[in-house]
């Protein structure tokens, strides 16, 4: 995973600074259940998660956005059909909105496509009064169950 680093450390970059420390912590969440590995080189990043607005849908504006597209590789030497996704969190938000965006987001990003209908699931299909910070119990027994489908753990072949 690559996370669009802070360009600016000093008070002027407090916006962008508190962005990073927001989408940060949801990665942290997620770290309780997958194992997820940052890199500084975003070409060898499967999920990129950028600092940005995501453009308008249907007319309609929102928070956050995970785009899916499937890519050939090359890794050691093999070519291979590989998932990238790309994040949009933007950052015209509260701490803890643009957290739970990023949790929410980084969900789709690890193949939890579909929604839930529970309000407390940090996969709600709208946000609720409260920000989720947390993943719920379902939320973990989801991408638990998503990670034992079969065809998942093998690598793809040529
Ligand atoms: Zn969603």
């Known amino acids: 995973m690559w996370v669009e680093?802070?360009?600016?450390?000093?008070p002027t970059g407090i916006?962008?600074?508190r962005w990073h420390q927001a989408v940060l912590a949801a990665i942290s969440t997620w770290q309780q259940v997958l194992p997820i590995s940052l890199v500084s080189d975003r070409a060898q990043a499967q999920v990129l998660v950028e600092r940005r607005k995501p453009p308008l849908r249907n007319w309609r504006a929102s928070h956050g956005r995970a785009v899916l597209?499937?890519?050939?590789v090359q890794r050691e030497g093999r070519w291979r059909l590989e998932p990238r996704v790309e994040v949009m969190i933007s950052p015209g938000q509260a701490q803890p909105?643009?957290?739970a965006t990023a949790l929410h987001e980084l969900g789709h990003a690890f193949g939890l496509w579909g929604h839930s209908d529970q309000p407390g699931d940090a996969m709600a299909v709208k946000?609720?009064?409260r920000p989720v910070l947390e993943?719920?119990?379902r939320d973990r027994r989801t991408v638990l169950w998503l990670q034992q489908q079969p065809g998942l753990s093998q690598p793809a072949s040529p």
């Open 5 to 10: 680093p802070v360009q600016d450390s000093g």
């Open 15 to 17: 916006w962008e600074q």
């Open 69 to 72: 597209q499937l890519l050939e």
């Open 97 to 99: 909105a643009i957290q």
């Open 127 to 129: 946000p609720g009064a």
């Open 135 to 137: 993943l719920s119990d």
